[in-house]
C-alpha cells in the first residue's frame, strides 16, 4: 500500500518572491524535489474566497495575476498547469458526503496563492490542480470541518495544498531590504508552531482569544484558514514539521507546515 501523502501549508508571501528567491523559494523547490511525486494537487487559498465551498472544474486553468503595482516580470509568469476535472467530482463526492455544501465553476483559474508557490515546488506545470474557494466569514472549524472530509484524498495520491500566510498585518511590513522581523510577527508564528506542536485544537480554532497576538496577526481570517482545513486534512495526533525559512518584509512569517507520513523516507529539512 502507498504511504499516506502529505498535507503541506505554505505562507506564500508577497508575489514578487518569485523575482527575488531567497530561503522560502529554495524551501518550496526541494519540497517539489523531496515529497512524493502526486498525481494532482488540491490547492486551498486564501486569494479564492466564495459563499460556499467551490471547485474548479476547468480543464486548462488561466494563471491569474491577482495584484498590482508589482514589476511587469511578474506578469509575464504563466503557469500551465493542466486541471483535473475528475479530482473536483471527487471533492464535490466527498464533502457532499460530510453534509457539506460544495458548488462548482467552469472557468476559475489559478491565483497567485496557488501559482506562486506551485511555480518553485513543481516549475514544469505538468500536475494536474484543482483549487476550492474558501469561506472567510464562516470561521476556523468550518475550515477544519472541511479538511476533515477531504482527508481520504491522501490515500489517493493527491497533495493537498494550503496556501495562505502565518502573519498578514500589512501595518507591520517594512518595505527597506534585510528588514528585522516585527517582534509580534515573531511571537505569533512561536505560539502557532507550539500549539501545532502540542496539536492543541482547541487553542488552535480561538487562535484571536488564546494568542496575545492572534487577532492582530491577521486583522481578516482569510489568510489563516487555509491552516485550518490543513489541520482538518491531518489525523488527529499527528505533529506537523515546522519549516521556518525567513521573514520578508520583516512583517510576514514565511513559516510551512508538513504533515507527512512515516514511510518510506520523510523530508528532512537538514539535507
Not at 500500500?1 to 528567491?21: I, N, Q, T, Y
Not at 516580470?73 to 466527498?94: H, T
Not at 472541511?146 to 511590513?173: C, K, Q, Y
Not at 496577526?217 to 521556518?244: K, N, V, Y
Request: hydrophobic content about 45%.
Amino acid at each position: 500500500m502507498s504511504p499516506r501523502h502529505p498535507v503541506l501549508f505554505v505562507s506564500h508571501g508577497a508575489p514578487d518572491v518569485l523575482l527575488k528567491p531567497g530561503a522560502s523559494v529554495a524551501l518550496w523547490q526541494r519540497l517539489g524535489a523531496e515529497l512524493p511525486r502526486p498525481r494532482a494537487i488540491l490547492v486551498i487559498s486564501a486569494h479564492w474566497a466564495a459563499r460556499e465551498p467551490t471547485v474548479s472544474t476547468a480543464a486548462t486553468p488561466d494563471t491569474i495575476h491577482d495584484f498590482g503595482g508589482f514589476p511587469d516580470a511578474l506578469y509575464a509568469m504563466e503557469y500551465p498547469a493542466p486541471g483535473a476535472p475528475a479530482l473536483a467530482a471527487r471533492v464535490r463526492e466527498l464533502l457532499a458526503a460530510a453534509a457539506l455544501p460544495c458548488a462548482e465553476t467552469p472557468d476559475r483559474g489559478l491565483d497567485h496563492g496557488a501559482w506562486i508557490p506551485l511555480k518553485a515546488m513543481y516549475p514544469q506545470a505538468d500536475i494536474p490542480v484543482v483549487q476550492l474557494a474558501l469561506q472567510p466569514f464562516a470561521g476556523t472549524d468550518w475550515h477544519r470541518r472541511i479538511g476533515a472530509a477531504l482527508r481520504p484524498l491522501r490515500d489517493e495520491g493527491v497533495l493537498i495544498l494550503a496556501s495562505g500566510a502565518v502573519t498578514h498585518n500589512f501595518g507591520w511590513l517594512t518595505w527597506g531590504e534585510n528588514s528585522k522581523p516585527v517582534e509580534a510577527a515573531r511571537a505569533f508564528a512561536a505560539w502557532l508552531g507550539e500549539a501545532l506542536a502540542r496539536d492543541d485544537r482547541p487553542a488552535l480554532l480561538d487562535y484571536r482569544r488564546q494568542s496575545a497576538h492572534g487577532a492582530a496577526a491577521h486583522p481578516s481570517e482569510e489568510h489563516l484558514l487555509p491552516l485550518f482545513s490543513a489541520l482538518g486534512a491531518a489525523s488527529p495526533g499527528e505533529i506537523p514539521l515546522r519549516l521556518e525559512p525567513e521573514y520578508t518584509y520583516g512583517g510576514l512569517a514565511m513559516d510551512a507546515y508538513l504533515w507527512q507520513d512515516a514511510s518510506p523516507a520523510p523530508f528532512n529539512p537538514e539535507h
